[in-house]
């Protein structure tokens, strides 16, 4: 198998199995679109009990979406690995019912620290949130190697 | 009634208002436990639906109750007021059935927009997340003025 | 005169102008590379007053050349417009006679709001600063209208 | 010697050794009023070529500030330490001949990373900006133990 190959095969497994331990995420509903070495694309509707008081989507919850695709996309070369700080703009507000995408991309890997640029899009493509995350990879591998 | 007097009882009735209608801060289980002009403290337990895969408590929900407490300080003057944007750094993580406490202050506030500081401690005392936080006010009371 | 043609017309005149009334970014040797709409490319070469005591560049010299990036990316479709905030990370240092490039684009542009992202990298092509930025349209013409 | 006033010589020793090879901070004028440990107050004046195209202080000049009082907070246990990452936002503009000051103050020290929080003010008080940053220390000492 190809190195490529390889790597894709790994991030898939680390993604699923993360998945699999995620009681956080499955319970907000998010599910994962799609998953490459270093990036991640996963999905989330805005229910009834993610709202707020000035009824639209409740920051915790976009942010929670966003951090979880950058956790994704950030561990998925098995290297276990956290969010070391995050800032989130929001351009847009989320509503009830909304199809909420986020995307993971590495922007920078050096060392032990990454850098990741999350943004999230409304079903309409209007992009609600961007974030930023820096990671700092810890010991230990997510999976025992492929 | 004394100036600060009214302030305050507004703050605690705004914060009142916020809290019957805020399905996403009910659900998590934030309470409400110190109101002042531009300021609050609240509390959430970290639960078992709240772990990510790394088997702590996943960064959306700390983000959640710090953007929450944020929520409560800024809107408590009674003016409808959202997040432009968070920045949020984890210094430790928090585990299952920590008794999480938030407490934002109102560091700036300058026409529309102001600035909060958010701390996230555990029960032990140890910090799980600073964030720094800037509003921006829009149109709008919270409730009917007193 | 197209309208592509026209943007980019005014775009290179205020960028002209800005530059002509610009001391600061000259006084730090700054020069213009590319000017597009909502997009710029600028240089600096660290000079030894520019080196602090660990003697290398001054977080703020490269934080300098990335926001006067970002402003001359922002500014440039003539309406005036200030940083609202930013942050920057530094993933390596920048040393004495480093060419340093940065370049600002544009991430989202919503109403007088907008997001840019600026990365600065030394003459190898190794990132040295990160910044995004936060920008705020206020009232006036950088130029008269052409 | 207490422990405390070894700790301030030390701070004071260290502070004094980085202002003299710091070409960068006295370029810019910047001088060290107050240093304790994991503290610094500095100061510096709004000079003509620090002016930028709007011509109110360029904000590399404003971040430059606050950075070097943020390292001159986090250097003076004498572990050398380098910014990590910053986020500054500026609540108003300084102009030609302000005198600014800035103070940094530790918020958290928790192993090799720190956050520190810095805030810049006008001679009339008014905060210009706030920046917030998180520092990592590395190999080696400022100077020679005392």
Redesign the interface.
């Given at each position: 198998m190809t190195d490529i190959a390889t790597a894709q095969r790994l991030a898939e497994a680390v993604a699923a199995?993360?998945?699999?331990?995620?009681?956080?995420?499955r319970?907000?509903g998010i599910t994962v679109l799609e998953i490459r070495p270093g990036f991640a694309r996963m999905a989330m509707t805005v229910r009834?009990?993610?709202?707020?008081?000035?009824?639209i989507c409740?920051?915790?919850?976009t942010?929670?979406?966003a951090?979880?695709t950058f956790?994704y996309a950030c561990?998925n070369r098995n290297h276990?690995t956290?969010?070391?700080?995050?800032?989130?703009?929001?351009?847009?507000?989320a509503h009830l019912g909304d199809g909420l995408t986020a995307v993971a991309e590495e922007?920078?890997l050096?060392g032990r620290?990454g850098?990741y640029?999350i943004t999230v899009t409304r079903q309409t493509g209007e992009?609600v949130a961007?974030m930023?995350g820096?990671s700092r990879r810890i010991e230990g591998k997510?999976i025992p190697e492929l």
């Open positions: 199995a993360l998945y699999q331990r995620d009681h956080a995420a319970g907000m009834p009990d993610m709202l707020n008081a000035h009824d409740h920051g915790g919850y942010f929670a979406l951090d979880t956790a561990n276990v956290v969010a070391a700080g995050c800032d989130i703009v929001y351009p847009a507000a922007k920078l050096r620290s850098i640029d992009v961007l930023r820096q997510v």
